[in-house]
Structure formats: C-alpha cells, structure tokens
C-alpha cells in the first residue's frame, strides 16, 4: 500500500472590493488553486460545499456581516419543465446545443462582447479581451465541455453553420453539470435563452443520469440573480448541509 496522502489545501482571502450585485455593500472572497492530478475530485468536493470555479480557483463569498449570496442547484432527476418553461423550450425548438472543443473563437467573442456590453456594462468582466477569454475557456483544471447554441440551417448541406445565439461553458462532475459561465444574444429576448440554456442543461443531467445541476449563487435582493428560484425543486446550501428550497431563507 503506497503512503500516498491528499495535501490540504491553501485557502486565501481577497481583499474587500464593492459589491458587484448589491449596492452599497462590499464583497470578499476565500479561494484556493486547482491544480495537479487532484484539481477534478477537489473542485467536486469544494462545489458540494458551496464554491464555483473561476479558471483555475475555486471561490466562495466570504463578505463581513452579510450572507446574501445562497449556493443553490436543481434537483435536475426530479424536474419537470412549467407550462411557461415548455412554452420557452418550443420557441426554441430551431436551436441546435452542440458541444465543441474547448477553444475560443472570434465568433464567440463577438458574441461575448455584445453580451457584456448590453447586459453587464458595468460588471467585473466587462473589460474581458479575447486573451481573458480565451484563459477562461481553454485553460479549465477540470472536465470542461463548451456548448454553442446555434439556429438550424435550413440548407442540408450546412447542417453546423447556423447564426450562433448563445455558449455555455459547463464543468462536468461527479454528481452533476456546474454552469461556470453562459452569455448569449440579447437581441433574442423572446426566446428566454438564459432560461432555455439552463433547461436544456437539465435535460443533459436527466439524460446522463447526474442528479445536480449547480446554478451558483441565488441573492433575493439582486434581480441578476433572483431568477434561479424558479428552477424547482431546487436545494440551496446551509449550516447544516443541502435542503430543499423555494424561495424563503
């Protein structure tokens, strides 16, 4: 039996920065590296215990005297879309999801940058040039996949070269799919691709039989983030482990 043993390991704390979703409030945050052959299984493990992955860190908020920020995630086996969600789901119905490698794209930062510029313009990441991106996405510690959401081409002989709506970069884990990022076209506002995005997330957890998909974080206060209580059953996490939540701390 080799004496191999798991290092601990080393947590940091950033320093107190404004805010991004509540105002007027400051925000902190504890991280650790992923790195090396352990970076997968301790990525796993720090999601059930309320961390998202940013590149090659894992973070939760650790802000002074306010616990806004809720880890939540979808009971993805037990989901059943709502009338309004099918309703979003048939709007849809000419997208195709296709998972591409994980490299960037001139294409999909376009696509990023309209985004950003119409929906967070003033957001941490609204700065992000294609070398950021790229970092993002191609330099993942763990199982990564890339989803492009494109419109079907009615032209047989360009089945994978349709205008591209939206993208979500999605870590693949043991016990579900964690949406690290997803951005798409804000001229699209019928479709709800936000909403149809992470439907049809659920339905690949459904399919492949992971029974999570992890949202991040639900702030009641924060319109940004206040739509996630709609994907139910949902979980959010606790002092005490994981609970079924809808909506009232």
Same mark, same amino acid.
């Given at each position: 039996?080799?004496?191999?043993?798991?290092?601990?390991? %080393?947590?940091?704390?950033?320093?107190?920065?404004?805010?991004?979703?509540?105002?007027?409030?400051?925000? #902190?945050?504890?991280?650790?590296?992923? %790195?090396?052959?352990?970076?997968?299984?301790?990525?796993?493990?720090?999601? #059930?215990?309320?961390?998202?992955?940013?590149?090659?860190?894992?973070?939760?908020?650790?802000?002074?005297?306010?616990?806004?920020?809720?880890?939540?995630?979808?009971?993805?086996?037990?989901?059943?879309? %709502?009338?309004?969600?099918?309703?979003?789901?048939?709007?849809?119905?000419?997208?195709?999801?296709?998972?591409?490698?994980?490299?960037?794209?001139?294409?999909?930062?376009?696509?990023?940058?309209?985004?950003?510029?119409?929906?967070?313009?003033?957001?941490?990441?609204?700065?992000?040039?294609?070398?950021?991106?790229?970092d993002m996405v191609e330099n993942s510690p763990v199982?990564?996949? =890339?989803?492009?959401?494109?419109?079907?081409?009615?032209?047989?002989?360009?089945?994978?070269?349709?205008?591209?709506?939206?993208?979500?970069?999605?870590?693949?884990?043991?016990?579900?799919?964690?949406?690290?990022?997803?951005?798409?076209?804000?001229?699209?506002?019928?479709?709800?691709?936000?909403?149809?995005?992470?439907?049809?997330?659920?339905?690949?957890?459904?399919?492949?039989? =992971?029974?999570?998909?992890?949202?991040?974080?639900?702030?009641e206060d924060s319109k940004k983030m206040a739509y996630?209580?709609?994907?139910?059953?949902?979980?959010?996490?606790?002092?005490?482990?994981?609970? =079924?939540?809808?909506?009232? %701390?």
């Amino acid at each position: 039996m080799t004496n191999q043993s798991l290092q601990f390991p %080393k947590f940091y704390v950033t320093a107190a920065t404004p805010c991004a979703y509540l105002e007027g409030r400051e925000e #902190r945050k504890v991280f650790t590296e992923l %790195k090396g052959g352990e970076a997968q299984s301790l990525n796993d493990a720090l999601s #059930r215990v309320g961390f998202r992955r940013s590149q090659q860190v894992a973070y939760r908020p650790a802000c002074e005297n306010c616990n806004a920020c809720i880890s939540v995630r979808v009971l993805a086996l037990e989901f059943e879309a %709502k009338r309004s969600m099918r309703k979003i789901i048939r709007a849809n119905a000419d997208l195709v999801a296709r998972p591409v490698d994980t490299y960037v794209s001139g294409e999909q930062y376009s696509l990023l940058k309209h985004y950003l510029d119409s929906r967070h313009a003033t957001g941490g990441m609204a700065g992000m040039d294609i070398v950021e991106y790229a970092d993002m996405v191609e330099n993942s510690p763990v199982n990564t996949t =890339l989803v492009e959401y494109r419109k079907r081409e009615l032209d047989p002989e360009k089945p994978k070269s349709g205008p591209l709506l939206g993208v979500c970069l999605t870590d693949v884990m043991a016990d579900g799919l964690s949406m690290v990022y997803s951005f798409y076209n804000p001229e699209e506002a019928d479709r709800s691709l936000g909403t149809y995005m992470i439907l049809d997330h659920i339905k690949k957890a459904q399919k492949a039989g =992971l029974r999570h998909v992890y949202l991040g974080y639900w702030i009641e206060d924060s319109k940004k983030m206040a739509y996630k209580i709609r994907f139910q059953p949902l979980e959010r996490l606790g002092p005490d482990g994981w609970h =079924l939540f809808t909506g009232k %701390k």
